[in-house]
């Protein structure tokens, strides 16, 4: 027998092992799929998961009594603008932000300084109409807007939820926590404030029941 007939016997060979071991592998996941349906397999397996839940121990912050989450760095919270090393904002009102927001909740509107510098004279946002997607903090090409650390703020006034430019220069960065539950209490003297009176606080995931 020939090389290229030796090959081609060996080729034939190959092929149909795959081919049998493929539908002996259809076999078996139909067989199992029919025995888990008669035996009802998934729900006893749905049942097992919820009745562990349902035995295993609580996990339930106290917020905003006595506890408080800290976010993590990748949260995206309220927006924020960045200044550059010489206090400058970082803007140089582009307009990226506003065009590629999906809900149209960014107005910008530019001028020159002094310096010839272009800046934004305006710069608001409408969070009650955002969606906290990010993209403008992607689309901006100087690094100037972004989104932080801040969750806690609601209004009954939509008004009141349009930030200014100033107002955002005002806002906390980007959170270097990584995550966590430390103590805070609920003040109310000045403002509605949940104070946080720990820096360092317990992991919450490792408390939830996992696999």
């Not at 259809?26 to 349902?54: C, P, V």
């Not at 760095?73 to 803007?91: N, P, Q, T, W």
């Not at 510098?117 to 090409?141: H, S, V, Y």
């Not at 609920?186 to 009176?197: F, I, K, P």
């Amino acid at each position: 027998m020939h090389a290229a007939q030796k090959l081609w016997v060996r080729t034939c060979k190959k092929t149909l092992r795959s081919r049998s071991e493929a539908a002996m592998s259809h076999a078996l996941d139909k067989a199992g799929r029919w025995i888990g349906w008669a035996f009802f397999a998934d729900l006893a397996n749905g049942l097992a998961l919820t009745f562990g839940y349902m035995f295993s121990k609580p996990v339930t912050m106290q917020y905003p009594d006595k506890e408080k989450w800290l976010p993590y760095s990748r949260y995206r919270g309220h927006h924020f603008l960045k200044r550059d090393a010489e206090g400058e904002i970082k803007c140089v009102a582009c307009e990226l932000c506003a065009q590629i927001c999906p809900c149209d909740c960014i107005e910008v509107v530019p001028y020159e300084d002094e310096k010839g510098n272009r800046r934004p004279a305006k710069f608001e946002i409408d969070t009650a109409r955002c969606l906290f997607c990010g993209l403008c903090e992607d689309a901006c090409p100087a690094d100037a807007i972004a989104l932080g650390q801040q969750y806690e703020f609601s209004s009954f006034s939509s008004r009141d939820l349009v930030i200014g430019r100033d107002d955002l220069l005002a806002k906390p960065g980007k959170a270097m926590t990584g995550g966590g539950v430390v103590a805070a209490r609920l003040s109310t003297e000045r403002d509605v404030l949940v104070e946080a009176s720990e820096p360092r606080g317990y992991n919450w995931w490792r408390n939830i029941r996992r696999k």
